[in-house]
């Protein structure tokens, strides 16, 4: 019965439930690093984004002032302040060890060191007070837990596109992506049309060559290609890497824009001939225009494969403040900033929110150009 007119196969199901799944499964972890990215350290230490609306309740440590800024009240010296520095928050209790942090509810009045006595309340006020001056240049620490509220922030973006070196290599990463990307689609369009509708001898085995091409790794050819560069005068600089992600996009390019070019209806391109059009004028009014969808499918995998690169930055490009992509600042980040979690999922996010609306400005023409010239 599966294969009646106007019956869905069981298969159909199969397939549609298994897309949801892959759906969901890429759209939960970037949905909770967009989250993330608007957190702050202890609401992403205390729980998982998907607690970020509900209040977070987590132990934190404050260090309180030190003797210097002790106050005589009447005899009574006084040191105060607020474990929340500022920010918001509800003490549920208090303690002065790590070993037992919620030892005393909020609002008790407990004895502390040198005989000093320790009040904290619920708002994170607290005032230590002792009958004789207190000693010593540090202040003892406090350990409370706390019921913090959901809160949101835009700090982390403007440390990271800021101060953190992110904008720069933000830029850096435009500067290199945009031109690797528009190049070899100029360069590979005129290889294709060649290809497709030009006779010429050995046209077959440069069809061949460009497929074998597609197969081969590129790390072969990073260090050899970097020799050239350096004994031809480009050396570390953009033009290196815009001619480097231009070779090794080059086989996809012109692998994918002739068998597009090539399931093109061939009633066209001989009533242009007729009418006495050349092979450029042919190219350029008829064939790319109707090349656009494999056009728009090579730029996506191409300007993605760019934009996520690190090896071929690394080569060809440099590690100076000027030169280094994001891929790159990010990995710095995570060396020096490896508990920052705020700062790396903020900078994560800014890496992958360009290919995202690329992504989906043009993925429409994806599944066309992919398709092109599988069937006649």
């Known amino acids: 019965m599966d294969n009646i007119v106007g019956t ?5 199901w199969v397939v549609n439930l298994s897309a949801l799944a892959l759906v969901l499964l890429w759209l939960f972890p970037t949905f909770g690093l967009l989250v993330s990215s608007f957190r702050d350290r202890d609401q992403i230490t205390a729980s998982g984004w998907w607690k970020a609306m509900f209040p977070a309740e987590q132990t934190l440590q404050y260090r309180a002032p030190g003797a210097g800024d002790a106050v005589d009240e009447n005899g009574v010296f006084v040191i105060s302040g607020n474990v929340f520095e500022g920010g918001r928050g509800s ?166 824009l002739r068998n597009y070019m090539v399931g093109l209806p061939r009633e066209i391109i001989e009533s242009a001939r007729v009418d006495g059009a050349t092979d450029f004028q042919i190219f350029l009014k008829i064939i790319l225009p109707l090349s656009f969808p494999a056009l728009a499918s090579f730029a996506i995998f191409q300007f993605l494969w760019t934009w996520n690169d690190l090896l071929v930055a690394l080569v060809f490009l440099g590690n100076t403040q000027d030169q280094l992509v994001m891929t790159g600042q990010l990995k710095e980040l995570m060396g ?17 929110a360009v290919p995202l609306v690329v992504f989906f400005a043009m993925q429409k023409y994806l599944v066309r150009g992919l398709l092109a010239g599988s069937v006649k």
């Open 336 to 352: 020096s900033r490896g508990g920052d979690w705020e700062i790396l999922a903020t900078s994560a996010f800014v890496t992958i």
């Open 8 to 12: 869905k196969s069981r298969l159909v």
């Open 91 to 256: 003490v549920k209790s208090f303690g002065t060890s790590a070993r037992d942090p919620g030892a005393f509810p909020a609002g008790e009045t407990v004895p502390a060191d040198d005989g000093a006595d320790l009040t904290v309340l619920q708002n994170g006020d607290f005032r230590l007070t002792s009958a004789t001056e207190f000693e010593g240049r540090r202040g003892m620490r406090i350990f409370v837990t706390s019921v913090t509220p959901p809160r949101f922030t835009f700090e982390n973006y403007g440390r990271v596109l800021g101060a953190e070196g992110l904008g720069r290599a933000f830029l850096n990463t435009m500067t290199v992506s945009i031109p690797a990307t528009v190049i070899p689609i100029l360069v590979a369009a005129f290889a294709a049309y060649a290809l497709a509708w030009m006779e010429f001898p050995g046209r077959a085995l440069l069809v061949a060559g460009v497929v074998g091409l597609l197969v081969v790794p590129l790390q072969l050819a990073l260090i050899p290609l970097l020799k050239l560069h350096n004994e031809i005068g480009l050396g570390k600089s953009y033009l290196g890497i815009w001619l480097a992600h231009t070779g090794f996009g080059l086989p996809l390019a012109v692998y994918l």
